[in-house]
């Protein structure tokens, strides 16, 4: 048998390193991904929470010309109430609503059924619910002060609590309804708590839209 002088033997160890480092980096890969998947990860990694939805963006209104409908009743009486303060709230409120109801309620009720598929544990999608919140905070704190002038109490007039521009009373409903989801998801209360908040939601939604009060 011939023996391989030192050079050679040398240039074998040299192309075997190759292989094997690759084989270490990808084991060592391999690894990783395998406990990202069950959670076990040394303090310093991050893995991303798969059912966390993106921040929705801040939004700012834009100049309009909307106007709201005088000539449908009861609105038709109530137009001496109006007021340029509550016509620009409607309008921004509109801008909103056209812009950004839809991504938040689909954050909303992604949630929701996910909480229901962890057996309502909050600690399983901790995550997810604070993006959630934060995303209506911000959106009852941009409706908050321009839909606050829109209903009116306690006046002679004994018609209780009312809108006097078309479309109001929806919004303000859209607006209830996500008050009351986000205190139900901070009190982590069960899933089923919050799905007829979700609901009433989408119904004054599905209200305004048919009434076209915001196109």
Known sequence: MAILDRDKRNAWKEVGTVPMRRGWTQIAAAVVCAMAAVGVLAP?????????SPALPGFTPAPSDWSPRMDIWPYSTFTYQVTPEMIGG??????????????????????NRNL???RDVYASV????????????R??????????PLTIRNT??????????YGGEQ???????LSRI?????????????RPHIDSAFGWANALRNSKACT
Request: hydrophobic fraction near 40%; aromatic fraction near 12%; charge should be negative.
């Open 44 to 52: 310093g990694f991050a893995v991303a929470d798969p059912d966390q």
């Open 90 to 111: 409607m309008s921004d409120s509109c801008q909103w609503f056209n812009a950004q109801f839809d991504p938040l309620m689909g954050q909303i009720d992604a949630f």
């Open 116 to 118: 229901a598929d962890h």
């Open 126 to 137: 901790q995550s997810q619910a604070d993006a959630v919140v934060a995303d209506i905070d």
């Open 139 to 148: 959106a009852t704190g941009f409706l908050g002060p321009r839909l606050q």
């Open 156 to 165: 002679p007039d004994n018609f209780g609590p009312y809108s006097p521009i």
């Open 171 to 177: 919004l303000t409903g859209v607006l209830f309804q």
């Open 182 to 194: 986000a205190d139900s998801m901070r009190k982590k209360q069960p899933a089923g708590f919050a």
